[in-house]
């Protein structure tokens, strides 16, 4: 399977149609680099707003600079923290995949490491990791039926097609839900918050490839290529709404205060 751009709201058809989206990611989008060994990664990041993103990759060594990747991805609202962890990269490939088990649930996930080049992995270790991680979906089916929640390989459910160590099919009770428009192509898209039993997940499709009512407590079937962020400190403090506990109790009341 290759990586779902219909999720986001782009149609990827051929090679042609993959390059001209490479192309126009990397002239709107905001440039990041982290130097290897061997080369420079050059990743660029083309903001859509509501979460949606198309990264692009070049590689650069002695031989020259080409792309090496264009991906989709989406900046969830759902957070995981890992440990332990590792991170795989393929250098020439512009890619990255982190592998690591989750402290809360305790579940094995594959995802793909959309913002490689805006971290610095060695920053994070013999420590937890704080991770975005959300699925978009191949195909999603909703039923009225419930069943037993899941989250397993892709790979078990078809042993003979190729698949890659990322993909999953989920399925559990949706939460909520709502509705997103690809402002760049118009398209509309669905996001859905999924209880897949240990653990609840972010899943976005296509509205196109979405079958069935969408109602909140029907259960949604998918097939889905995980991808997520890893936060730094600053992106996990922006993301808190509750109360500062560094700031003084009496200095939430001083604001209140009625001059006489």
């Known amino acids: 399977m290759s990586e779902p751009f219909t999720a986001i709201g782009f149609k990827v058809t051929d090679e042609a149609s993959y390059q001209a989206l490479a192309e126009e ?5 905001t440039l990041s680099k982290a130097r290897r060994s061997q080369g420079v990664l050059h990743g660029c990041c ?5 979460g949606l993103e198309v990264w692009t990759v070049l590689y650069e060594s002695k031989e020259g600079l080409f792309y090496a990747d264009c991906r989709p991805a989406f900046r969830s609202q759902q957070v995981f923290s890992f ?14 995949v982190a592998h690591g088990m989750t ?3 305790e579940t094995e996930m594959i995802f793909e490491l959309q913002n490689l080049t805006e971290i610095n992995p060695t920053d994070f270790r013999e420590r937890p990791i ?5 699925g978009l979906a191949y195909r999603a089916q909703i039923n009225a039926r419930s069943g037993t929640p899941s989250f397993v390989p892709l790979a078990s459910r078809y042993a003979r097609k190729k698949v890659a160590e990322n993909d999953y099919a989920i399925s559990g009770a949706i939460l909520s839900w709502r509705e997103i428009k690809n402002q760049h192509t118009t398209s509309d898209l669905i996001w859905t918050s999924v209880d897949i039993g240990k653990f609840k997940l972010e899943v976005l499709v296509n509205r196109a490839d979405l079958k069935g009512e969408l109602k909140r ?3 949604l079937s998918a097939d889905i290529w995980l991808q997520g962020h890893i ?16 700031i003084p109790r009496g200095d939430y009341w001083i604001r209140f205060r009625r001059e006489n």
Do not use: T
Not at 25 to 29: I, K, N, Y
């Open 25 to 29: 990611a990397h002239q709107r989008g």
């Open 46 to 50: 083309w903001s859509l707003g509501a």
């Open 83 to 96: 440990y332990p962890w590792e991170i795989v990269e393929y250098e020439e490939d512009g890619e990255a």
């Open 103 to 105: 402290i809360d649930s």
């Open 130 to 134: 704080s991770g975005a991680v959300s």
């Open 217 to 219: 407590g029907s259960w």
């Open 231 to 246: 936060l730094n400190e600053k992106e996990l403090q922006a993301r808190y709404e509750g109360i500062d506990l560094e």
